[in-house]
C-alpha cells in the first residue's frame, strides 16, 4: 500500500475544495434559474437552502472521510457495512457524469478555439447560435453516429488536461489549483467590468439583484433553489469523501466548509454580474434561459456578436468567456476522476495513479458516445437521470445511513473537532441532517416525478422510449446495483486472498 495522499496545506484544500464546487453551472445555471425567478428571489432561497442543508452535508461528508481516510466506498462502509452500496452508487454515478461532463469541457475548448471566427460576425444573431451546431454537427436528435475530427481533437485535449491534473493525486492537484481556482475570477472580473460599462447594464443587474416577492409563492422556485445548491457543491459524487480523505488532523472543518460554501455562491454570482450586464447592454435579457447548454453556445455567442461594432474586440472577448469555462470546467472534470479513482483504488487495495488511468481510459472512450451526431441527445437523457434521480436519491440514503442509523454526535465532534471561530451548534447541523435535507431531497425528487410522469406522461424530451429506457432507467438501476455487483467481485476475490479492510470509527 502507498502512503495516502495529503494536501500540502489548508490553504490548498480550500482551493481544490472551491475548485471542484465552482464549474460550468456557477456560470451558465445559476444566473439562468436567477433570471427565472425574479433575480434577488432566488438568491434569497439559494441562501437558506444553503445554509439549512448545503453547508450541513458538506461538513458530513469531509469529516467522515478525514476520520476513515477512505474514499466514499470504505467511509460508508465504516458508517455500516449495509450502507457501502449507497458509497458505490455515488462512485458509480459520478463515473457516469465524468463521461458526459468531459464532453461538455471538450465543446468549451472547441469553441474557443474557434472565437476567432466571431469577428466575422457582428451584428450576425443567426451565424453566432449556429456555430456550435456547425462545429459540432450535433442532430439534437438521436440521430447520426458520425464524429468530427475537431471535436475529436478537442475530446482528447480535454482528457489530457483532466488526466495530467490529477496525474500524482492531492499532490498535482494542489499545484493545478492554485492556477485554476483564480484564473476564472480573474476573468469574470474582466468580463463584469466591461459588462457593467454598457448601457442597459444597470437594468440588467436590477433583475438580477431586486427580489420580487411574488416569486415566493411559485414551488419551482424552491425546488430550483434546492437543487442548485445541492448540485453546485460537489456532494454526493464521492469527490469530497476523496477530498476530506487527503486532510491532515489539524482541518477545520466546519470553517472549511463555510468558506467552500460562501465561495462558491460569490462566484455564482460574480457569474450573474457578468451575465445580466452583458445581456442587459445587448438588449438580450429576454434571451437568458436556465439551460445551461443553449446558454454558453446558443445565446451568449449572440451576444458577444453584438457587444460593438469591433470584430476582433468581440473575438478576443469570446475567447476570454470560453478560456473562462474552460478554467471552471478542468477543476470539476477532474475531481470527478479524483473522487472514483480514489474510492476504488481504497477499496480493492490498488495504486492510484493505476486506477486514475483506467478510470480516464474507460471513461474517455465511453464519452465518445457523446461528440456523435446524436450525442447532444444522448447527453440530456444522461444528464437528467443522472441528476435529478440518482444523486438526490443517493443524497436521501446518505442522510439515512449517517443521520439515522450512526452516532451523529461523532460526526459533529469530528466536524468541530478543531474548531476556533466558528463551531456547529448540534442543533443545526442535526436539524439539516436528520431532517431538513433529507425532507428537501426527498421533496425535489417527489417534484421531479411529478413532472416526468403527470405532466410528460413518463416521457422526457421526446426522445424515443428505447433511448430513455437505455440511458436513462439502465443506467440508473446499474448505477444502484454496482454495489452488490462488486460485491460478488469481492467474494469471489476473497477466495484468492483478498481481505477487505476493518473501517472502525475510533474514538481518540
Not at 436556465?290 to 473575438?315: E, K, R
Not at 495504486?351 to 446524436?374: D, E, L, N, R, Y
Request: charge should be neutral; hydrophobic fraction near 55%; include cysteine.
Amino acid at each position: 500500500m502507498e502512503k495516502r495522499g495529503q494536501w500540502s496545506s489548508r490553504f490548498i484544500f480550500i482551493l481544490a475544495a472551491i475548485g471542484s464546487a465552482v464549474g460550468l453551472g456557477n456560470a451558465w445555471r445559476f444566473p439562468g434559474l436567477a433570471a427565472k425567478h425574479g433575480g434577488g428571489t432566488f438568491l434569497v432561497v439559494y441562501l437558506f437552502a444553503m445554509l439549512a442543508m448545503g453547508i450541513p452535508l458538506l461538513m458530513m461528508e469531509i469529516s467522515i472521510a478525514r476520520k476513515f481516510r477512505k474514499g466514499a466506498i470504505e467511509s460508508m462502509r465504516g458508517i455500516g457495512k449495509r450502507w457501502e452500496p449507497v458509497g458505490w452508487a455515488a462512485t458509480s454515478n459520478a463515473f457516469v457524469i465524468v463521461c458526459y461532463y468531459s464532453v461538455v469541457f471538450a465543446w468549451v475548448i472547441l469553441m474557443f478555439i474557434n472565437s476567432w471566427q466571431f469577428a466575422g460576425m457582428t451584428g450576425n444573431n443567426e451565424a453566432a447560435s449556429g456555430l456550435f451546431f456547425e462545429l459540432t454537427q450535433t442532430t439534437g436528435a438521436i440521430e447520426g453516429s458520425s464524429i468530427p475530427g475537431i471535436v475529436m481533437l478537442c475530446l482528447m485535449i480535454a482528457w489530457g488536461l483532466i488526466f495530467f491534473c490529477i496525474r500524482n493525486g492531492a499532490s498535482s492537484v494542489g499545484k493545478v489549483v492554485k492556477f485554476t481556482v483564480f484564473a476564472p475570477v480573474v476573468l469574470l472580473v474582466i468580463m463584469a467590468v466591461k459588462g457593467c460599462t454598457m448601457p442597459g447594464a444597470m437594468e440588467g443587474l436590477k433583475i438580477l439583484f431586486v427580489p420580487d416577492a411574488s416569486a415566493f409563492s411559485d414551488p419551482s422556485l424552491w425546488v430550483d433553489a434546492i437543487g442548485q445548491v445541492f448540485y453546485s457543491l460537489s456532494i454526493m459524487m464521492a469527490i469530497m469523501f476523496a477530498y476530506g480523505s487527503y486532510l491532515g488532523d489539524d482541518a477545520d472543518v466546519a470553517l472549511d466548509a463555510v468558506i467552500i460554501a460562501f465561495s462558491d455562491m460569490a462566484i455564482s454570482v460574480l457569474s450573474g454580474i457578468v451575465m445580466f450586464s452583458t445581456m442587459g447592454g445587448t438588449n438580450m435579457l429576454d434571451k437568458v434561459t436556465d439551460s445551461g447548454i443553449a446558454t454558453a453556445f446558443i445565446v451568449y455567442p449572440q451576444a458577444i456578436v453584438n457587444l460593438t461594432d469591433i470584430g476582433w474586440f468581440n473575438a478576443v472577448f469570446g475567447a476570454i468567456f470560453y478560456l473562462m469555462l474552460i478554467t471552471l470546467a478542468i477543476d470539476s472534470a477532474f475531481s470527478i476522476v479524483e473522487g472514483v479513482s480514489a474510492a476504488i483504488a481504497d477499496k480493492f487495495h490498488l495504486k492510484p495513479k493505476t486506477v486514475t488511468i483506467a478510470v480516464c481510459a474507460i471513461s474517455g472512450v465511453i464519452s465518445m458516445v457523446f461528440i456523435t451526431q446524436a450525442g447532444l441527445a444522448w447527453l440530456d437523457i444522461v444528464d437528467n437521470w443522472t441528476n435529478q434521480i440518482n444523486l438526490i436519491v443517493i443524497g436521501v440514503l446518505e442522510c439515512i445511513a449517517i443521520g439515522w442509523t450512526f452516532n451523529l454526535r461523532k460526526v459533529l465532534n469530528e466536524v468541530n473537532k478543531n474548531a476556533k471561530r466558528f463551531k456547529a451548534p448540534y442543533w443545526w447541523f442535526a436539524a439539516s441532517i436528520k431532517f431538513i435535507a433529507p425532507v428537501m431531497l426527498t421533496g425535489l425528487f417527489v417534484w421531479n416525478m411529478v413532472v416526468l410522469f403527470g405532466q410528460n406522461g413518463g416521457s422526457y424530451g421526446g426522445y424515443p422510449i428505447w433511448a430513455q429506457v437505455t440511458a436513462g432507467w439502465v443506467v440508473s438501476a446499474l448505477v444502484f446495483l454496482s454495489g452488490f455487483i462488486a460485491k460478488i467481485i469481492v467474494s469471489k476475490k476473497k477466495k484468492k486472498g483478498y481481505v477487505e479492510d476493518e473501517v472502525v470509527w475510533e474514538e481518540k
